[in-house]
Protein backbone atom coordinates (compact mmCIF):
# COMPACT_ATOMS: atom_id res chain seq x y z
CA UNK A 1 0.00 0.00 0.00
CA UNK A 2 1.29 3.11 -0.81
CA UNK A 3 1.73 6.01 2.16
CA UNK A 4 0.76 9.44 0.62
CA UNK A 5 -0.54 12.44 2.46
CA UNK A 6 -4.53 14.05 1.90
CA UNK A 7 -3.82 17.31 0.61
CA UNK A 8 -5.01 18.68 3.41
CA UNK A 9 -2.43 16.53 5.10
CA UNK A 10 0.11 18.33 2.58
CA UNK A 11 -0.97 21.72 3.18
CA UNK A 12 -0.22 20.84 7.15
CA UNK A 13 2.82 19.23 6.22
CA UNK A 14 4.40 22.62 4.43
CA UNK A 15 3.13 24.40 7.30
CA UNK A 16 5.24 22.56 9.52
CA UNK A 17 8.11 22.95 7.23
CA UNK A 18 7.59 26.69 7.27
CA UNK A 19 6.85 27.44 10.87
CA UNK A 20 9.84 25.19 11.72
CA UNK A 21 12.37 26.21 9.65
CA UNK A 22 15.62 26.07 12.02
CA UNK A 23 17.30 22.78 12.36
CA UNK A 24 15.48 19.61 12.82
CA UNK A 25 12.71 21.24 14.67
CA UNK A 26 10.20 20.21 12.19
CA UNK A 27 10.68 16.77 13.10
CA UNK A 28 8.52 15.76 16.05
CA UNK A 29 5.69 18.18 14.69
CA UNK A 30 6.29 16.15 11.20
CA UNK A 31 5.54 12.98 13.24
CA UNK A 32 2.57 13.89 15.16
CA UNK A 33 1.01 14.84 11.72
CA UNK A 34 1.63 11.59 10.35
CA UNK A 35 0.19 10.09 13.29
CA UNK A 36 -2.67 11.95 12.64
CA UNK A 37 -2.88 11.00 9.18
CA UNK A 38 -2.39 7.42 9.39
CA UNK A 39 -3.66 6.13 12.77
CA UNK A 40 -0.12 5.42 13.52
CA UNK A 41 3.53 5.27 12.92
CA UNK A 42 3.57 1.95 11.54
CA UNK A 43 7.22 0.34 9.85
CA UNK A 44 5.60 2.19 6.52
CA UNK A 45 5.36 5.40 7.59
CA UNK A 46 8.28 5.18 9.26
CA UNK A 47 10.10 4.19 6.23
CA UNK A 48 7.70 6.88 4.43
CA UNK A 49 8.56 9.56 6.82
CA UNK A 50 12.35 9.13 6.61
CA UNK A 51 11.96 8.95 3.46
CA UNK A 52 10.15 12.71 3.09
CA UNK A 53 12.75 14.69 5.73
CA UNK A 54 15.70 12.94 4.84
CA UNK A 55 16.94 10.98 7.02
CA UNK A 56 17.66 7.05 8.17
CA UNK A 57 14.84 5.33 9.28
CA UNK A 58 16.51 4.43 12.68
CA UNK A 59 15.88 8.17 13.36
CA UNK A 60 12.64 8.08 12.99
CA UNK A 61 12.30 4.93 14.80
CA UNK A 62 14.38 6.22 17.71
CA UNK A 63 11.54 8.98 18.16
CA UNK A 64 8.48 6.43 17.70
CA UNK A 65 9.97 4.04 20.69
CA UNK A 66 11.14 7.43 22.83
CA UNK A 67 7.90 9.20 23.26
CA UNK A 68 4.74 7.38 25.18
CA UNK A 69 2.26 9.30 22.69
CA UNK A 70 4.00 8.23 19.56
CA UNK A 71 2.73 4.38 18.70
CA UNK A 72 3.68 1.97 16.38
CA UNK A 73 0.54 -0.10 16.20
CA UNK A 74 -3.01 1.34 15.92
CA UNK A 75 -5.04 1.88 18.87
CA UNK A 76 -8.53 2.40 19.51
CA UNK A 77 -11.18 5.02 18.10
CA UNK A 78 -11.08 6.54 21.43
CA UNK A 79 -7.71 7.01 23.78
CA UNK A 80 -8.27 6.64 27.32
CA UNK A 81 -5.43 7.23 29.86
CA UNK A 82 -5.51 6.79 33.64
CA UNK A 83 -3.25 9.05 35.77
CA UNK A 84 -1.37 6.36 37.92
CA UNK A 85 1.32 8.89 39.73
CA UNK A 86 1.48 9.82 43.27
CA UNK A 87 -2.12 11.72 43.96
CA UNK A 88 -4.16 10.00 41.61
CA UNK A 89 -2.89 6.52 43.02
CA UNK A 90 -3.44 7.28 46.81
CA UNK A 91 -7.02 8.62 45.68
CA UNK A 92 -7.56 5.29 43.75
CA UNK A 93 -6.64 5.12 40.18
CA UNK A 94 -5.10 2.17 39.91
CA UNK A 95 -8.53 0.60 40.75
CA UNK A 96 -10.40 2.58 38.87
CA UNK A 97 -7.94 1.44 36.17
CA UNK A 98 -8.66 -2.25 37.20
CA UNK A 99 -12.48 -2.06 37.50
CA UNK A 100 -12.65 0.29 33.84
CA UNK A 101 -10.62 -2.55 32.10
CA UNK A 102 -13.16 -5.18 33.01
CA UNK A 103 -15.73 -2.80 32.26
CA UNK A 104 -14.97 -2.32 28.92
CA UNK A 105 -14.04 -6.02 28.24
CA UNK A 106 -10.42 -5.40 27.62
CA UNK A 107 -8.36 -8.64 28.15
CA UNK A 108 -4.43 -8.65 28.51
CA UNK A 109 -3.97 -5.98 26.20
CA UNK A 110 -5.07 -2.39 25.54
CA UNK A 111 -7.90 -2.53 23.11
CA UNK A 112 -11.20 -3.34 23.20
CA UNK A 113 -12.02 -6.51 20.65
CA UNK A 114 -14.26 -4.10 18.94
CA UNK A 115 -11.42 -1.58 18.48
CA UNK A 116 -13.42 1.25 19.98
CA UNK A 117 -11.21 1.89 22.92
CA UNK A 118 -7.53 1.82 24.01
CA UNK A 119 -7.16 2.15 27.66
CA UNK A 120 -3.79 3.06 29.12
CA UNK A 121 -1.87 3.51 32.48
CA UNK A 122 -0.03 7.28 31.97
CA UNK A 123 2.26 9.10 34.34
CA UNK A 124 1.36 11.87 35.91
CA UNK A 125 -0.88 13.84 33.69
CA UNK A 126 -0.74 17.03 36.02
CA UNK A 127 -4.55 17.42 36.82
CA UNK A 128 -3.78 16.30 40.75
CA UNK A 129 -6.50 18.64 41.86
CA UNK A 130 -8.81 16.31 40.39
CA UNK A 131 -7.66 13.07 41.26
CA UNK A 132 -8.04 10.64 40.18
CA UNK A 133 -8.19 11.90 37.08
CA UNK A 134 -8.15 10.37 33.08
CA UNK A 135 -7.50 12.04 29.67
CA UNK A 136 -10.00 10.70 27.05
CA UNK A 137 -9.25 11.36 23.90
CA UNK A 138 -7.24 14.28 25.12
CA UNK A 139 -9.64 15.95 27.36
CA UNK A 140 -9.04 15.85 31.16
CA UNK A 141 -12.14 14.08 33.48
CA UNK A 142 -11.85 14.08 36.98
CA UNK A 143 -12.40 13.91 39.69
CA UNK A 144 -13.93 10.18 38.39
CA UNK A 145 -16.75 7.94 39.58
CA UNK A 146 -17.87 4.53 38.01
CA UNK A 147 -21.30 6.66 37.37
CA UNK A 148 -19.89 9.61 35.89
CA UNK A 149 -17.49 7.23 33.68
CA UNK A 150 -20.16 5.58 32.43
CA UNK A 151 -21.67 8.82 30.82
CA UNK A 152 -18.87 9.42 29.64
CA UNK A 153 -18.60 5.92 27.45
CA UNK A 154 -22.17 6.81 26.42
CA UNK A 155 -21.30 9.75 24.92
CA UNK A 156 -18.54 8.59 22.46
CA UNK A 157 -19.31 6.52 19.22
CA UNK B 1 -4.60 38.66 52.38
CA UNK B 2 -1.57 39.41 50.27
CA UNK B 3 -2.67 40.85 47.10
CA UNK B 4 -2.73 38.15 44.17
CA UNK B 5 -0.22 39.05 41.63
CA UNK B 6 0.38 35.94 39.11
CA UNK B 7 -3.23 34.52 39.56
CA UNK B 8 -5.10 37.73 39.76
CA UNK B 9 -6.94 36.99 36.62
CA UNK B 10 -7.94 33.60 37.30
CA UNK B 11 -11.86 32.89 37.61
CA UNK B 12 -12.55 36.22 35.46
CA UNK B 13 -14.90 34.66 32.72
CA UNK B 14 -12.50 34.63 29.34
CA UNK B 15 -9.34 35.68 31.03
CA UNK B 16 -7.77 33.69 28.42
CA UNK B 17 -8.35 35.92 25.61
CA UNK B 18 -6.57 39.38 24.94
CA UNK B 19 -8.97 41.54 25.46
CA UNK B 20 -9.93 40.94 28.83
CA UNK B 21 -6.28 40.77 29.89
CA UNK B 22 -5.60 44.35 28.42
CA UNK B 23 -8.94 45.37 29.91
CA UNK B 24 -7.02 44.62 33.81
CA UNK B 25 -4.07 46.42 33.38
CA UNK B 26 -2.17 43.79 31.00
CA UNK B 27 0.68 44.66 28.31
CA UNK B 28 1.16 47.82 30.30
CA UNK B 29 4.33 46.43 31.48
CA UNK B 30 5.68 45.11 28.01
CA UNK B 31 4.91 48.98 26.89
CA UNK B 32 7.23 49.94 30.05
CA UNK B 33 9.82 47.95 28.81
CA UNK B 34 10.09 48.77 25.22
CA UNK B 35 9.60 52.17 25.95
CA UNK B 36 11.20 53.47 28.78
CA UNK B 37 13.68 50.87 29.79
CA UNK B 38 16.83 49.35 28.52
CA UNK B 39 17.57 45.74 28.41
CA UNK B 40 20.34 46.18 31.06
CA UNK B 41 17.81 48.24 33.16
CA UNK B 42 15.39 44.95 33.17
CA UNK B 43 18.01 42.63 33.64
CA UNK B 44 18.82 44.59 36.99
CA UNK B 45 15.21 44.89 38.21
CA UNK B 46 15.35 40.73 37.86
CA UNK B 47 18.77 40.62 39.59
CA UNK B 48 16.74 43.01 42.28
CA UNK B 49 13.51 41.24 42.50
CA UNK B 50 15.12 37.84 43.68
CA UNK B 51 13.05 35.91 41.55
CA UNK B 52 14.17 32.18 41.74
CA UNK B 53 13.61 30.00 38.92
CA UNK B 54 10.46 28.21 39.37
CA UNK B 55 10.87 25.34 37.29
CA UNK B 56 12.35 22.91 40.19
CA UNK B 57 15.93 24.07 40.45
CA UNK B 58 15.32 27.60 41.72
CA UNK B 59 18.44 29.09 40.57
CA UNK B 60 18.18 32.85 40.69
CA UNK B 61 16.75 33.57 37.36
CA UNK B 62 18.86 37.43 37.26
CA UNK B 63 21.81 35.40 37.46
CA UNK B 64 20.92 32.73 34.62
CA UNK B 65 20.52 36.08 32.47
CA UNK B 66 23.69 37.31 33.33
CA UNK B 67 25.33 33.89 31.86
CA UNK B 68 24.23 35.15 28.39
CA UNK B 69 27.35 36.50 26.15
CA UNK B 70 27.10 40.02 25.00
CA UNK B 71 24.99 39.68 21.39
CA UNK B 72 27.43 38.42 18.89
CA UNK B 73 27.19 36.87 15.79
CA UNK B 74 24.75 33.65 16.65
CA UNK B 75 21.43 33.72 17.06
CA UNK B 76 20.33 33.86 20.92
CA UNK B 77 16.95 32.02 22.22
CA UNK B 78 14.43 32.17 24.63
CA UNK B 79 12.95 28.35 25.32
CA UNK B 80 9.88 28.43 27.74
CA UNK B 81 9.21 25.10 29.47
CA UNK B 82 6.00 24.06 29.60
CA UNK B 83 6.75 20.79 29.72
CA UNK B 84 5.13 20.72 33.29
CA UNK B 85 5.58 16.45 33.99
CA UNK B 86 6.85 16.68 37.86
CA UNK B 87 3.85 14.76 39.86
CA UNK B 88 1.73 16.49 41.98
CA UNK B 89 2.23 19.77 40.01
CA UNK B 90 0.12 21.55 37.75
CA UNK B 91 0.18 25.17 38.49
CA UNK B 92 1.57 25.72 35.18
CA UNK B 93 -1.38 24.21 33.64
CA UNK B 94 -3.56 26.81 35.64
CA UNK B 95 -1.64 29.43 34.00
CA UNK B 96 -1.91 28.32 30.53
CA UNK B 97 -4.98 27.60 30.58
CA UNK B 98 -6.37 30.15 32.45
CA UNK B 99 -4.20 33.50 31.92
CA UNK B 100 -1.93 32.67 28.61
CA UNK B 101 -1.43 36.65 28.15
CA UNK B 102 0.47 36.98 31.15
CA UNK B 103 2.81 34.23 30.50
CA UNK B 104 3.23 35.82 26.61
CA UNK B 105 4.25 39.18 28.17
CA UNK B 106 6.87 37.80 30.41
CA UNK B 107 8.02 36.30 27.06
CA UNK B 108 8.00 39.46 25.19
CA UNK B 109 9.72 41.42 27.86
CA UNK B 110 12.53 38.84 28.52
CA UNK B 111 13.52 38.65 24.88
CA UNK B 112 13.92 42.14 24.66
CA UNK B 113 15.79 41.84 27.84
CA UNK B 114 18.19 39.21 26.33
CA UNK B 115 18.39 40.91 22.85
CA UNK B 116 16.36 37.60 21.90
CA UNK B 117 14.13 37.60 18.52
CA UNK B 118 13.68 34.07 18.36
CA UNK B 119 11.39 32.30 21.34
CA UNK B 120 9.94 29.04 21.79
CA UNK B 121 7.91 27.23 24.24
CA UNK B 122 7.79 23.71 24.61
CA UNK B 123 4.61 21.92 25.89
CA UNK B 124 3.86 19.15 27.09
CA UNK B 125 2.00 17.13 24.14
CA UNK B 126 -0.50 15.84 27.37
CA UNK B 127 -2.26 19.68 28.03
CA UNK B 128 -4.00 19.88 25.40
CA UNK B 129 -5.88 22.79 26.38
CA UNK B 130 -3.06 24.69 27.65
CA UNK B 131 -1.75 24.11 23.54
CA UNK B 132 -5.02 25.57 22.67
CA UNK B 133 -4.88 28.42 24.99
CA UNK B 134 -1.57 29.56 24.17
CA UNK B 135 -1.56 29.13 20.65
CA UNK B 136 -4.90 31.16 20.19
CA UNK B 137 -3.32 33.93 22.32
CA UNK B 138 -0.56 34.07 20.59
CA UNK B 139 -2.59 34.71 17.12
CA UNK B 140 -4.07 37.37 19.30
CA UNK B 141 -0.93 38.57 20.76
CA UNK B 142 0.63 38.74 16.84
CA UNK B 143 -2.58 40.74 15.88
CA UNK B 144 -2.45 43.11 19.00
CA UNK B 145 1.79 43.55 17.94
CA UNK B 146 2.50 42.08 20.76
CA UNK B 147 4.80 39.86 19.12
CA UNK B 148 5.76 40.32 15.54
CA UNK B 149 8.22 42.38 13.47
CA UNK B 150 6.92 45.67 15.27
CA UNK B 151 5.91 45.09 18.47
CA UNK B 152 3.91 48.44 19.55
CA UNK B 153 5.72 50.11 16.56
CA UNK B 154 9.34 50.04 18.04
CA UNK B 155 11.11 48.26 15.99
CA UNK B 156 11.36 45.54 18.87
CA UNK B 157 10.93 42.37 17.00
CA UNK B 158 10.38 38.25 18.42
CA UNK B 159 8.73 35.56 16.79
CA UNK B 160 7.34 33.00 19.40
CA UNK B 161 6.80 29.28 18.43
CA UNK B 162 5.09 26.73 20.08
CA UNK B 163 6.55 23.47 19.95
CA UNK B 164 4.62 20.39 21.39
CA UNK B 165 6.10 17.38 23.16
CA UNK B 166 5.01 13.71 22.80
CA UNK B 167 4.70 11.92 26.05
CA UNK B 168 8.18 12.13 27.79
CA UNK B 169 8.77 13.36 31.51
CA UNK B 170 12.33 13.87 30.67
CA UNK B 171 12.14 16.38 28.14
CA UNK B 172 10.95 18.81 31.12
CA UNK B 173 15.10 18.64 31.67
CA UNK B 174 16.50 21.23 30.18
CA UNK B 175 19.26 19.44 28.19
CA UNK B 176 16.83 16.75 27.12
CA UNK B 177 14.11 19.19 26.12
CA UNK B 178 16.75 21.44 23.93
CA UNK B 179 17.41 17.33 22.44
CA UNK B 180 13.83 16.61 21.78
CA UNK B 181 13.61 20.05 20.18
CA UNK B 182 16.57 19.14 17.94
CA UNK B 183 14.68 16.11 16.68
CA UNK B 184 16.40 13.49 19.21
CA UNK B 185 15.29 11.52 21.45
CA UNK B 186 15.46 13.14 25.43
CA UNK B 187 18.68 12.29 26.23
CA UNK B 188 20.07 15.10 28.64
CA UNK B 189 23.23 16.81 27.18
CA UNK B 190 25.94 16.91 30.28
CA UNK B 191 26.41 20.34 31.74
CA UNK B 192 28.65 22.44 31.46
CA UNK B 193 28.68 23.80 29.10
CA UNK B 194 25.34 25.21 30.19
CA UNK B 195 22.70 26.54 27.67
CA UNK B 196 23.87 30.06 27.94
CA UNK B 197 26.82 29.25 26.03
CA UNK B 198 25.49 26.46 24.15
CA UNK B 199 22.00 25.72 23.97
CA UNK B 200 19.99 24.81 21.09
CA UNK B 201 21.62 24.60 18.21
CA UNK B 202 24.47 25.24 20.15
CA UNK B 203 23.73 28.76 20.43
CA UNK B 204 23.58 30.62 23.38
CA UNK B 205 19.79 29.79 25.15
CA UNK B 206 18.48 30.21 28.29
CA UNK B 207 15.63 28.51 29.20
CA UNK B 208 13.12 29.52 31.56
CA UNK B 209 9.61 28.11 33.19
CA UNK B 210 6.48 29.50 32.83
CA UNK B 211 5.88 30.32 36.08
CA UNK B 212 8.93 32.25 36.18
CA UNK B 213 7.85 34.18 33.15
CA UNK B 214 4.61 35.25 35.03
CA UNK B 215 6.43 37.32 37.34
CA UNK B 216 8.22 39.06 35.41
CA UNK B 217 5.32 41.61 34.27
CA UNK B 218 4.99 42.88 37.98
CA UNK B 219 8.78 42.84 38.27
CA UNK B 220 8.85 45.26 35.45
CA UNK B 221 5.68 47.19 36.23
CA UNK B 222 6.64 47.87 40.02
CA UNK B 223 10.13 47.48 40.39
CA UNK B 224 12.45 44.54 41.32
CA UNK B 225 12.66 45.69 44.85
CA UNK B 226 9.13 45.57 45.70
CA UNK B 227 8.79 42.31 44.38
CA UNK B 228 11.62 40.78 46.87
CA UNK B 229 10.04 42.73 49.32
CA UNK B 230 6.57 40.01 49.24
CA UNK B 231 8.70 37.56 49.82
CA UNK B 232 11.58 35.97 52.16
CA UNK B 233 15.09 36.84 52.28
CA UNK B 234 16.86 35.60 48.83
CA UNK B 235 13.18 34.57 47.63
CA UNK B 236 11.11 36.90 46.52
CA UNK B 237 7.92 37.55 45.27
CA UNK B 238 4.65 35.63 45.37
CA UNK B 239 4.50 31.69 44.62
CA UNK B 240 2.13 29.29 43.37
CA UNK B 241 1.50 26.19 45.22
CA UNK B 242 -0.06 23.72 43.99
CA UNK B 243 -2.20 21.20 46.67
CA UNK B 244 -3.41 17.67 46.64
CA UNK B 245 -3.91 14.69 48.07
CA UNK B 246 -6.08 14.66 51.63
CA UNK B 247 -7.05 17.87 51.74
CA UNK B 248 -10.58 19.41 51.40
CA UNK B 249 -9.68 21.78 48.53
CA UNK B 250 -7.03 20.64 46.30
CA UNK B 251 -5.91 23.47 44.18
CA UNK B 252 -3.60 25.65 43.26
CA UNK B 253 -3.05 29.04 45.84
CA UNK B 254 -0.94 32.22 45.40
CA UNK B 255 0.65 33.10 48.64
CA UNK B 256 3.55 35.10 49.43
CA UNK B 257 6.97 33.31 48.93
CA UNK B 258 8.19 31.91 52.05
CA UNK B 259 4.51 31.09 53.47
CA UNK B 260 4.17 28.35 56.58
CA UNK B 261 3.60 24.87 55.35
CA UNK B 262 0.61 24.67 57.52
CA UNK B 263 -0.58 27.70 56.23
CA UNK B 264 -0.49 26.83 52.65
CA UNK B 265 -2.42 23.26 53.37
CA UNK B 266 -5.10 25.46 55.43
CA UNK B 267 -5.21 27.40 52.03
CA UNK B 268 -6.70 24.22 50.83
CA UNK B 269 -9.18 23.43 53.40
CA UNK B 270 -6.83 21.53 55.92
CA UNK B 271 -6.35 17.73 55.48
CA UNK B 272 -9.96 16.22 54.91
CA UNK B 273 -11.71 13.85 56.86
CA UNK B 274 -10.73 15.01 59.88
CA UNK B 275 -7.46 12.94 59.72
CA UNK B 276 -3.92 13.35 61.00
CA UNK B 277 -1.19 14.23 58.53
CA UNK B 278 1.53 11.52 57.94
CA UNK B 279 3.51 13.03 55.06
CA UNK B 280 3.67 15.66 53.10
CA UNK B 281 5.83 15.95 49.89
CA UNK B 282 6.70 19.75 49.84
CA UNK B 283 8.31 20.25 46.17
CA UNK B 284 6.89 17.74 43.79
CA UNK B 285 7.83 13.92 43.70
CA UNK B 286 11.14 14.50 43.86
CA UNK B 287 11.83 16.43 46.79
CA UNK B 288 12.90 14.90 50.11
CA UNK B 289 9.07 13.86 52.31
CA UNK B 290 8.44 15.74 55.25
CA UNK B 291 7.13 14.63 58.62
CA UNK B 292 4.26 16.45 60.68
CA UNK B 293 7.28 17.85 63.02
CA UNK B 294 8.42 20.05 59.69
CA UNK B 295 4.89 21.59 59.20
CA UNK B 296 6.31 25.23 60.67
CA UNK B 297 8.93 25.35 57.82
CA UNK B 298 8.72 28.35 55.60
CA UNK B 299 7.98 27.61 51.77
CA UNK B 300 10.80 29.07 49.95
CA UNK B 301 14.37 27.97 48.09
CA UNK B 302 16.29 28.30 51.51
CA UNK B 303 14.49 27.89 54.15
CA UNK B 304 13.59 24.09 52.79
CA UNK B 305 17.00 23.42 51.32
CA UNK B 306 18.48 24.43 55.03
CA UNK B 307 15.98 21.44 56.46
CA UNK B 308 17.06 18.63 54.22
CA UNK B 309 14.45 19.02 51.48
CA UNK B 310 13.51 21.09 48.65
CA UNK B 311 10.91 23.74 47.06
CA UNK B 312 11.12 22.06 43.78
CA UNK B 313 7.64 22.55 41.79
CA UNK B 314 6.50 23.51 44.74
CA UNK B 315 3.68 20.51 43.70
CA UNK B 316 2.48 19.42 47.75
CA UNK B 317 1.34 16.14 48.64
CA UNK B 318 -0.89 15.57 52.07
CA UNK B 319 -0.48 12.23 53.27
CA UNK B 320 -2.85 10.82 55.79
CA UNK B 321 -2.33 8.91 58.63
CA UNK B 322 -4.05 6.08 56.84
CA UNK B 323 -1.79 5.67 53.97
CA UNK B 324 0.59 3.15 53.01
CA UNK B 325 3.55 4.71 52.51
CA UNK B 326 5.52 1.63 50.91
CA UNK B 327 2.66 1.55 48.57
CA UNK B 328 3.01 4.95 48.17
CA UNK B 329 7.01 4.88 46.88
CA UNK B 330 6.46 2.04 45.19
CA UNK B 331 4.60 3.80 43.26
CA UNK B 332 6.82 6.70 43.29
CA UNK B 333 9.68 4.36 41.95
CA UNK B 334 7.09 2.91 39.30
CA UNK B 335 7.34 6.13 37.98
CA UNK B 336 10.85 6.65 37.91
CA UNK B 337 11.90 3.57 36.48
CA UNK B 338 9.44 3.88 33.89
CA UNK B 339 10.56 7.38 33.07
CA UNK B 340 14.36 6.72 33.02
CA UNK B 341 15.33 7.92 29.67
CA UNK B 342 18.33 4.95 30.05
CA UNK B 343 21.23 6.97 29.52
CA UNK B 344 23.14 6.44 33.08
CA UNK B 345 23.74 3.34 34.45
CA UNK B 346 22.70 3.75 37.98
CA UNK B 347 19.59 5.56 37.59
CA UNK B 348 18.62 3.04 34.68
CA UNK B 349 19.28 0.26 36.69
CA UNK B 350 19.16 1.61 40.26
CA UNK B 351 15.24 2.73 39.49
CA UNK B 352 14.16 -0.59 38.18
CA UNK B 353 15.87 -2.26 41.04
CA UNK B 354 14.48 -0.21 43.59
CA UNK B 355 10.89 -0.34 42.22
CA UNK B 356 11.34 -4.19 42.09
CA UNK B 357 12.56 -4.51 45.79
CA UNK B 358 9.29 -2.05 46.85
CA UNK B 359 6.98 -4.46 44.89
CA UNK B 360 8.42 -7.61 46.80
CA UNK B 361 7.90 -5.41 49.40
CA UNK B 362 4.34 -4.76 48.61
CA UNK B 363 3.89 -8.44 48.33
CA UNK B 364 5.10 -9.13 51.96
CA UNK B 365 7.99 -11.07 50.41
CA UNK B 366 10.60 -8.32 52.22
CA UNK B 367 13.70 -8.97 53.85
CA UNK B 368 15.89 -7.00 56.33
CA UNK B 369 18.39 -5.64 54.48
CA UNK B 370 16.30 -4.36 51.80
CA UNK B 371 16.13 -1.04 53.18
CA UNK B 372 19.78 -0.63 53.67
CA UNK B 373 19.77 -1.77 49.92
CA UNK B 374 17.48 0.91 48.88
CA UNK B 375 19.23 3.39 50.91
CA UNK B 376 22.63 2.33 49.00
CA UNK B 377 20.82 2.24 45.34
CA UNK B 378 19.57 5.95 46.16
CA UNK B 379 23.20 7.04 47.33
CA UNK B 380 24.61 5.40 44.11
CA UNK B 381 21.97 7.62 41.85
CA UNK B 382 23.51 10.64 43.62
CA UNK B 383 26.25 12.31 41.56
CA UNK B 384 26.95 9.82 39.02
CA UNK B 385 24.55 11.05 36.47
CA UNK B 386 24.68 13.06 33.31
CA UNK B 387 21.37 15.04 34.43
CA UNK B 388 19.48 15.58 38.01
CA UNK B 389 17.25 13.13 37.14
CA UNK B 390 19.25 10.66 39.45
CA UNK B 391 19.10 12.87 42.43
CA UNK B 392 15.53 13.37 41.67
CA UNK B 393 14.65 9.67 42.14
CA UNK B 394 16.74 9.05 45.18
CA UNK B 395 14.95 12.05 47.30
CA UNK B 396 11.76 10.46 47.82
CA UNK B 397 13.74 6.78 47.98
CA UNK B 398 16.08 7.26 50.46
CA UNK B 399 13.72 10.30 52.56
CA UNK B 400 10.73 8.29 52.89
CA UNK B 401 12.89 5.10 53.70
CA UNK B 402 14.74 6.91 56.64
CA UNK B 403 12.37 9.01 58.27
CA UNK B 404 9.26 6.81 58.05
CA UNK B 405 12.16 3.58 59.46
CA UNK B 406 9.54 2.32 61.50
CA UNK B 407 6.93 1.70 58.94
CA UNK B 408 9.11 0.59 56.61
CA UNK B 409 11.22 -1.59 58.89
CA UNK B 410 7.49 -3.04 59.81
CA UNK B 411 7.06 -4.18 56.27
CA UNK B 412 10.00 -5.46 55.77
CA UNK B 413 9.33 -7.80 58.76
CA UNK B 414 6.02 -9.03 58.42
CA UNK B 415 4.56 -11.10 55.77
CA UNK B 416 0.79 -10.43 55.07
CA UNK B 417 -0.06 -9.59 52.30
CA UNK B 418 -0.45 -5.98 51.27
CA UNK B 419 -2.26 -4.13 48.52
CA UNK B 420 0.16 -1.76 48.26
CA UNK B 421 -1.74 1.11 47.05
CA UNK B 422 -2.59 3.91 49.73
CA UNK B 423 -6.16 4.56 50.60
Same mark, same amino acid.
Given at each position: MKIALSAAGEARFARILERYDEGDTSFLPALNLAQDEFGCLSPDVQAYLAGRLGFPVTRVRELVTFYSLLHERPWGRHLVLFCRSLTCRMLGSVDFLSWARERLGIGGGETTPDGKFTVQEAECIGACERAPACLINGVLHGPLDREKFERFLEDLK | MAEKLLSRNWGIENSHTVAVYRARGGYRALEKALRTMTPVQIVEEVKASNLRG? #? #? %? #??PTGTKWGFLPPPGDKPRYLVI? %?? @? #? @?? %???KDRAIMEQDPHMLLEGIAISAYALHVHRAYIYLRGEYRLSIERVESAIAEAAEADYLGDDILGTGYRLELTPFVGAGAYICGEEMALLESMEGKKGWPRLKPPYPAQA???GCPTIVNNVETMVCIPHIVERGGRWFASLGTSKNGGMKLYAVSGHVERPGVYELPMGTRLRAVIESAGGVRGGKRIKAVIPGGASSQVLTEADLDLPMDFTSLQEAGSQLGSAGIVVIDEETDLVGVLEGLMAFYAHESCGQCTPCREGTAWAHRILERVSRGEGKPADLDTLVEIADNMTGTTICPFGPGAAAPLKSFVLRFRDEFQRAVSVGAGRSGHGK
Open positions: - | R #G #G %A #GFN %AD @E #G @EP %ATFGLF
